[in-house]
């Protein structure tokens, strides 16, 4: 069985650039999260989604961040514009059928710096 | 939010018993208890999950006392590559809108 994909690995832009990462769940994999981890700390949740839908995004900083889940499958994250504290690993994951209590899969991350 | 507390690190040598115990004194009737593992550079990988009293698996045992409030992985026998980050985490059941909330974990370094 294939995992969760990401890609870049890793990016390296400048403070006030754009960046997207994009994440290919496990198929059939209803739940989407997206994380952030700043290095020495936990992930932290930034956006979960239900199929095409939003559950919970109340950690995302709408001013620049932004998530979408087209057609329920693939995902983008974009930040816009990037600040020197978003330097961080950006988590994909996925879990089925539904909700927190089912085992999360990750991706392998993509390592976000930002100068 | 059910917020969970587990010491920063700790120290283990090749072939002991690591037992690694985490507080969640507000978790939920309904909420699971999941404990997950990440070695640098990756993501977290799922190792066990409960409700209560004992869970076994290939992998490792998770105790949970009757009142809930904390649990204990045990690691048995850990090798060098057991050497990883093990992050304790309540776990909403489906439909409740509280957030996942991961803390610090445990910094488990395992000595040959």
């Known amino acids: 069985e294939a995992g969760v994909a990401q890609s870049p690995r890793y990016k390296i832009i400048e403070k006030r650039q754009s960046v997207a990462f994009w994440c290919n769940p496990i198929?059939?994999?209803?739940?989407l999260y997206w994380y952030q981890q700043i290095l020495g700390q936990g992930p932290k949740l930034l956006i979960q989604?239900?199929?095409?839908?939003?559950?919970?995004d109340s950690q995302l900083p709408k001013d620049r961040f932004s998530a979408e889940r087209l057609k329920g499958v693939d995902s983008t994250l974009k930040i816009q514009p990037a600040k020197l504290e978003d330097s961080a690993v950006y988590l994909c994951?996925?879990?089925?059928?539904?909700?927190?209590?089912?085992?999360?899969?990750f991706g392998p991350g993509t390592r976000l710096t930002v100068t | 939010l059910a917020k969970t507390t587990q010491p920063i690190s700790m120290d283990s040598y090749e072939g002991q018993e690591v037992n690694i115990t985490c507080s969640h004194n507000n978790i939920a009737t309904n909420d699971y208890i999941t404990w997950y593992q990440q070695f640098p550079s990756q993501g977290p990988r799922f190792i066990i999950q409960?409700?209560?009293?004992?869970v076994t698996n290939e992998v490792a045992s998770l105790f949970i006392p009757a009142d809930r409030k904390s649990s204990t992985l045990s690691l048995p026998r850990v090798s060098l590559s057991d050497t990883a980050v093990y992050y304790c985490?309540?776990?909403?059941?489906?439909?409740?809108?509280?957030?996942?909330?991961w803390g610090l974990g445990t910094s488990l370094a395992v000595n040959p």
């Open positions: 989604f239900q199929n095409n839908g939003v559950v919970d």
């Open positions: 409960g409700y209560k009293t004992k």
């Open positions: 994951a996925s879990s089925f059928p539904e909700g927190g209590r089912y085992e999360q899969y």
């Open positions: 985490l309540v776990v909403p059941w489906a439909g409740n809108n509280r957030k996942l909330i």
């Open positions: 198929s059939g994999h209803a739940t």
